[in-house]
């Protein structure tokens, strides 16, 4: 899908392209792939690095185009990862200026609906990446509190009973947890990189700065209070799992003892040798007894010993 904004108290869609405006293009079609590489003359090494899944965030320029890919949350269809982070490239030179994502997200629409209600006026292609990197770490907070949600609604289910299936829901969790972090460390190096540019050092607003290297740290130390959380839970409720078998094992284990007890006086007292109670009438009744005072004695030194 490609479209058109110009900056004009905010972002306002347009019908073609116009100098300086910003093309957005989400899921590009081979049409939009054609428009542009042959159009706009885009460095083909640019789009493919863009379409890689795991193309890590940073800063390069060829053929005096600019290419700056950080990485941006999305919510999942996948049920087994139902929150992960893509790539998304900003590439400009002179008054073009295009964001390309193979992927469906909420960052670039929130972000224009946001523009236009604070009339925000983008200054350059540098200051539309620090926008970007505001509002993708905004948005990495959005997450993690449906995130922190998923984890406390798979803890009320662990308390009810211990089952593969919520299990399974935290290592996912945890999985999610996993790429935004890495993807929230490579985006707070880009940041520092775009920040440190001495040809644009002096011409960026301090406030966005300001603004952008706040909402990273605070995104940053959500999503590692949330994994050192999960992570803390699941080896408690391993331990929990661990004791559980362990008890179940020695309660198993008394219950064969206790039944070995009569199983071993039958045996000998089954022997076709001479053993005092043959000719006796009530012979199965002494053996039946002993072994019961035997087995009780038993159960009471395990009770003794809270084995049962």
């Keep these: 899908m490609k479209a058109f904004y110009t900056n004009d108290n905010g972002l306002l869609e347009v019908s073609k392209w116009t100098p300086n405006c910003w093309i957005n293009i989400e899921n590009p079609s081979e049409a ?24 890590r965030p ?14 941006v949350p999305i919510k999942s269809n996948d049920i087994k990862l139902p929150f992960q982070t893509i790539p998304l490239g900003v590439i400009f030179r ?12 909420e960052i670039i629409h929130d972000f224009m609906l946001y523009s236009r209600r604070k009339n925000i006026q983008v200054k350059d292609n540098f200051d539309w990446v620090l926008r970007l990197l505001l509002s993708s770490s905004v948005w990495y907070l959005k997450y993690l509190k449906q995130i922190n949600q998923k984890i406390r609604l798979a803890e009320d289910n662990l308390e009810k009973s211990i089952k593969n299936e919520e299990l399974q829901a935290l290592l996912q969790i945890e999985k999610c947890l996993v790429f935004f972090i890495t993807s929230l460390k490579a985006n707070d190096v ?13 011409s960026y607003d301090p406030d966005l700065l300001e603004d952008v290297e706040i909402e990273l740290s605070q995104a940053q130390d959500t999503a590692n ?3 050192n959380i999960l992570t803390g839970m699941m080896d408690a409720y391993a331990s929990v799992i661990s004791n559980n078998m362990n008890d179940i ?14 199983t071993l006086i039958a045996s000998v ?12 009438k009530y012979g199965i009744w002494i053996i039946l007894f002993i072994s019961f005072l035997l087995s009780a004695f038993g159960v009471y030194m395990f009770k003794r010993k809270r084995w049962f």
Aim: glycine share 4%.
């Design 269 to 280: 007292y089954g022997m076709n040798v001479p053993n005092g109670l043959e000719e006796s």
């Design 94 to 105: 002179g008054d073009i200026c295009v964001t390309i994502t193979f992927y469906k997200t």
């Design 225 to 227: 209070i949330y994994s």
């Design 249 to 262: 094992m020695k309660q198993m284990t008394s219950i064969s003892i206790i039944l070995v007890i009569p």
């Design 190 to 202: 880009l940041f520092h990189r775009v920040k440190n540019l001495r040809a644009h050092k002096t």
């Design 58 to 71: 940073r800063i390069e320029i060829e053929d005096g185009w600019t290419l700056i890919i950080m990485r």
């Design 32 to 55: 939009e792939k054609k428009y542009l590489l042959e159009e706009l003359q885009i460095p083909e090494a640019f789009y493919n690095d863009i379409e890689d899944i795991d193309e």
